[in-house]
């Protein structure tokens, strides 16, 4: 029986790992986004079963997951750039920022929430690897289902809570109860003045016309098969409500179209990240 306190990434993470990689490999440059650090902590063999799903992709999956990653990660820049040193990334997973930004992240103390399990192996894996755990990457282990306090793990590990701060979900609410994610935002709302969080979240597949649609619920098949269904979908209403009623009174929303827009605008390729994913934006 497999350790649980060091159980690898679940297929989606390796997936996603695979898909930023393969951005890099196969689609025509100039790149939206470059990672093809993320798939070495991957064993081969793992790496070799996701890389068989890519073929059943939707066309523009590694456009989606570029323009999502790319505004992250614009957006730290930003608010480095503005002072902010603290950056919080819940469900992290096989996120590489530390690895592939080292300038950046040394302005920065970096904290990678995740479930304890696969945070074990990550930890693991980075220092076979030779990465290491920097000093200035604190890995916080954290089941968000189990009702519990991420904000006092963070403290723990380091977080002054008294200072403000990004903090960063994506591709993860689709994977939690509408619970787990109002508890989430409610424990963000109660960071310091100044903060900044970005949220990504799935529609309602009824609320999308054609490709967009048909991408959809090819992600949510093979998110089932692979054991890791999307249990929760918010129309951009109810994603401001929740928001509000976490105590934010300054949030809105980014749709997807238009992150698209601003980032394949220019391409002559054709390259198009399908819709279905909105983001979260608010300040505390």
Known sequence: MADRRTEAPDSTAVRVALWRAMHVQADPSPHVFEDEIGLRPVAPTMAGAAARTWTRAP?????LLSWRARFIEDLVVEQAGQGVDQYVIL???LDTFAQRRPELAS?????????PGPQAWKRRRLIELGCGIPDRLRLVPV????SESWTEQLTAAGFDP???AVIVSTGVTMYL??????ATLRQIASLAPGSTPAQTFLLPAELLDGADRSGLQASAKGARASGT???SFYTTQEMLALAREAGFTDAGNVPGALLAERYFADRTDGLRP???EDLLMATT
């Open 177 to 182: 109860t509408k619970d787990a994610t109002d």
């Open 107 to 115: 302005r920065l103390r970096i904290f990678e929430v995740d479930q």
């Open 143 to 146: 089941d968000f289902e189990a």
């Open 274 to 276: 399908s819709g279905g």
């Open 59 to 63: 066309p523009a999956g590694s456009g």
């Open 91 to 93: 469900g992290a997973r």
């Open 229 to 231: 269904p999307f249990v």
């Open 162 to 164: 008294g200072r403000p």
